[in-house]
């Protein structure tokens, strides 16, 4: 049973930084990639950053770039992405994600339950 655990999101300020965690457990976790994705209210939910097996290649939404950096340990098992200068418009539920392909674009396995993210003007 493989399980994603989000946490470090939370409520901040216009400008601020937040730095999600995720937790991977139940298959190879240095085998695949692993991205995050955001879904606002209303909307439908949207791609924000991925990260290749090695973490050699990384990939990032046009809106966030300069501003986010996605990471991962394979030995820990774990991904992270630091959100810096963070806008209004980046409030959104975030959601690990695993799967196939760069971006996961051929398809998400598995989904973590989300981490609210709410920036304040």
């Known amino acids: 049973q493989v399980q994603l655990v989000e946490s470090g999101g939370g409520l901040v300020q216009a400008g601020g930084s937040l730095r999600l965690s995720c937790a991977a457990s139940?298959?190879?976790?240095?085998?695949?990639?692993m991205g995050w994705f955001r879904q606002a209210p209303g909307k439908e939910r949207e791609f924000v950053s991925a990260i290749s097996s090695s973490g050699g290649m990384t990939y990032y939404t046009d809106s966030v770039k300069g501003r986010f950096t996605i990471s991962r340990d394979n030995a820990k098992e774990m991904i992270w992405l630091q959100m810096n200068n963070l806008k209004p418009e980046d409030t959104a539920v975030y959601f690990c994600?695993?799967?196939?392909?760069?971006?996961?674009?051929?398809?998400?396995?598995?989904w973590g339950q989300g981490t609210q993210v709410t920036v304040s003007s």
């Open positions: 139940g298959r190879a976790f240095s085998v695949y990639p």
């Open positions: 994600a695993t799967g196939r392909g760069p971006k996961l674009a051929n398809g998400v396995d598995y």
